[in-house]
């Protein structure tokens, strides 16, 4: 599955820069959050997107207003439900590449891709 395997090379990239995963895929009835995870005065919302190439667009192209609202909502829910110090930031992570290929997969991670 494209999608799981880009949010374990999400997950591996980000713990190389630092990031503490604390949950992944948490999901209610607004949507679903990627990847949860903390690094200094930031919890951090991760929404992954996955792509062969940028050929056509950039994965984050996919991350609309409307998703990204969905997200927000979904994060106010897992705040209300694991109280925190930390200061809320949302990332896309997007992962250019294909599983069971020889080629290392490029990542571009864009932090604070929008607001909360």
Not at 12 to 21: C, E, Q, W
Not at 31 to 60: H, L, N, P, W
Not at 72 to 92: C, G, I, K, M, Y
Request: with cysteine.
């Amino acid at each position: 599955m494209k999608g799981a395997w880009g949010e374990s090379v999400a997950r591996d990239y980000l713990a190389h820069k630092g990031y503490r995963t604390i949950e992944t895929n948490f999901r209610t009835r607004f949507g679903e959050i990627d990847i949860i995870a903390e690094r200094g005065e930031y919890i951090v919302f991760v929404e992954v997107k996955t792509r062969k190439s940028d050929r056509f667009a950039a994965a984050c192209a996919s991350v609309t207003p409307a998703k990204q609202q969905r997200i927000v909502a979904t994060a106010s829910l897992w705040l209300q439900q694991h109280p925190t110090a930390l200061q809320p930031r949302f990332d896309v992570v997007e992962v250019y590449g294909e599983q069971g290929t020889a080629k290392v997969p490029r990542i571009n991670h864009l932090e604070n891709a929008f607001g909360g």
